[in-house]
């Protein structure tokens, strides 16, 4: 079974400082990987996702991360946080090609980003 | 395009009682889920609804049954409602299961 570990309940950041969002994964095989954000009262918005290609993905509202396999790694990062990046950060995992745990999402606990003026 | 809707947004219950979760989407979905949320520990599964006709356990499906009515609809039943249940509960749809989701706006339930 997939798993996924969020390091850091709340993240804090000044504007315009570099936001680091870490997300590990653990799959019995290359899982697709997705990263959602969630603003006060709302739903889940998808921010990024990556399944095959480019391990380098981009996302939206300047958001990016890096599928690092031998690290087990789906880490989200922001050159320069802006107030209205404040909210919470979910990672997710999804298993593919078929089997019990296929198309089924298993989210990470959350990280609640602050930003500080 | 609304996308996914969720009825009610809000639902006080007292244990013992019963109610219906709804969840529509309008984007031809063929798979749909439902999700709870509570603080510390993310969004875990209740049920999912790979296409019309077919509905499987997620994680923590006890205490809920579900309802794929049609393509469009998939609802979500408390047949004795518990405190344990007072949650944020989530549907989403995606186009087929190994698609991205894409989530209602939640139903905020309280069972006391």
């Known amino acids: 079974a997939q798993s996924v570990t969020q390091l850091g309940s709340h993240v804090s950041v000044s504007e315009g400082a570099l936001v680091l969002l870490r997300c590990n994964y653990s799959?019995?095989?290359?899982?697709?990987l997705f990263w959602y954000v969630q603003y006060p009262n709302q739903g889940l918005q998808l921010l990024l996702k990556?399944?095959?290609?480019a391990t380098l993905v981009k996302g939206i509202n300047g958001f990016e991360a890096e599928f690092k396999k031998s690290e087990t790694s789906f880490h989200l990062t922001k050159p320069s946080a802006h107030m209205s990046d404040a909210a919470e950060y979910f990672c997710?995992?999804?298993?593919w090609g078929g089997g019990t745990s296929y198309g089924k999402l298993t989210f990470g606990q959350g990280t609640i980003l602050t930003v500080h003026p | 395009n609304a996308g996914v809707t969720q009825t009610p947004k809000f639902q006080v219950l007292k244990t013992g009682q019963s109610m219906t979760l709804q969840c529509a989407q309008d984007?031809?979905?063929?798979?749909m889920y439902w999700y709870r949320q509570d603080p510390g520990m993310g969004l875990r599964l209740i049920y999912y609804?790979?296409?019309?006709?077919?509905?499987d356990k997620g994680e923590v499906p006890n205490g809920y049954n579900v309802s794929r009515l049609n393509k469009r609809e998939f609802s979500l039943r408390l047949e004795s409602a518990a405190p344990s249940q007072t949650s944020v509960y989530f549907c989403?749809?995606?186009?087929?299961?190994?698609?991205?989701?894409?989530f209602g706006p939640g139903t905020r339930l309280t069972v006391t």
């Open positions: 984007m031809n979905h063929n798979s």
């Open positions: 799959s019995s095989v290359p899982p697709y």
């Open positions: 989403a749809s995606s186009k087929l299961p190994e698609y991205e989701q894409y």
């Open positions: 990556y399944t095959t290609g």
């Open positions: 997710a995992v999804m298993l």
């Open positions: 609804s790979a296409s019309e006709g077919t509905t």
